[in-house]
Nanobody
Framework: VQLQAYGGGLVQAGDSVRLSCAAS????????MAWLRQAPGKDREFVAG????????YYATSVKGRFTISRDNAKNTVYLQMNSLKPEDTAVYYC??????????????????WGQGTQVTVSS
């Protein structure tokens, strides 16, 4: 499975950005997809996840109510709509996919496939 993430950029606090992650290849094996981020000098952080079949979603507390993850199965694409952005949201955002339906979304989740990352910078 190959993942291509795009949509990042430089925005101001309070702005909105939508990230996209297009999956190709053996996508039938994917059970869940997620967005994670890594800020300079910090550990990678789970942001949001979505069940590929169920559509159930999970959000980190830090983004709940501001970010929305969604998917378009026909396009094999996952989106992350980010509203009310804050400077602390600045990070490289990665999309990832997992074959394992048993690992719950959250801090321990890790993907089997990863996209290349897209930078989101939020200025104050």
């Amino acid at each position: 499975v190959q993942l291509q993430a795009y949509g990042g950029g430089l925005v101001q606090a309070g702005d909105s950005v939508r990230l996209s992650c297009a999956a190709s290849g053996r996508t039938f094996s994917v059970r869940g997809m997620a967005w994670l981020r890594q800020a300079p000098g910090k550990d990678r952080e789970f942001v949001a996840g979505i069940g590929w079949g169920s559509g159930s979603t999970y959000y980190a507390t830090s983004v709940k109510g501001r970010f929305t993850i969604s998917r378009d199965n026909a396009k094999n694409t996952v989106y992350l709509q980010m509203n009310s952005l804050k400077p602390e949201d600045t990070a490289v955002y990665y999309c990832a996919a997992s074959r394992n339906p048993s690992v719950p979304f959250g801090t321990r989740w890790s993907g089997d496939y990863w996209g290349q990352g897209t930078q989101v910078t939020v200025s104050s």
